[in-house]
């Protein structure tokens, strides 16, 4: 007759079931199916890839590398948009600066954090690229109509949040967020 066992962690559930590397007895509840086999909990050391393990010093050290990141790149490609002239994509040219403006700021984010992913680090080079555009395109404009008119100006909202910005934003956000994926 078969001796009778019961699981290791619930003693009151008889089991045939044991662990493949340890040899402990096992209810299907507690098994974790496993490439060469079940295992206990133990055994299969279940644990997030490197990549994606993400602690507080990675969000910080990601908002600190990704915020100035979008200022400048929002900066530099309103510089870039409004003085670049190519013929046939010259309406095109925000757009792409849109992009490439996502683009950087998710490239320092990621060298800043070791090259980490997730979720949360996209999550952060959204709001970085949207408090990029609200501190970087404001300082633009002040500045290119000093230079242009001699005096520091009132711009009121409207002036430079519109359609174009949101489309704008929506575009370096959606690169962003595709290379920290």
């Known amino acids: 007759m078969a001796e009778v ?15 493949n590397k340890c040899g402990k007895p096992i209810c299907p509840e507690c098994a974790i ?3 060469v ?4 909990r133990e055994c299969a050391q279940l644990r997030r890839l490197p990549t994606y393990d ?3 010093r990675h969000y910080t050290l990601a908002l600190a590398a990704g915020l100035p990141s979008a200022i400048v790149s929002v ?19 925000p757009w792409i600066i849109a992009f490439a403006v996502g683009l ?11 090259y980490k992913r997730g979720v949360g680090l996209q999550v952060v080079a959204a709001i970085c690229l ?7 395109h404001p300082l633009l404009l002040l500045v290119t109509t000093y230079l242009l008119v001699g005096r ?18 929506l575009l370096a956000i959606l690169a962003a967020v595709g290379r920290l994926r």
Do not use: K
């Open 5 to 19: 066992i019961y699981c290791a962690n619930h003693p009151d559930r008889e089991t045939l079931l044991r662990c």
């Open 37 to 40: 086999g079940l295992r206990c």
């Open 75 to 93: 900066i530099l490609g309103g510089i870039f948009s409004r003085f670049l002239v190519i013929p046939f994509i010259g309406g095109f040219i």
């Open 130 to 136: 949207v408090l990029g555009y609200f501190i970087g």
């Open 54 to 56: 993400l602690s507080p």
């Open 152 to 169: 520091i100006p009132v711009l009121p909202f409207w002036t430079w949040l519109n359609f174009y910005s949101i489309i704008y934003l």
């Open 104 to 114: 950087l700021t998710a490239e320092a984010i990621s060298r800043a954090t070791g």
């Open 33 to 35: 199916r496993h490439p």
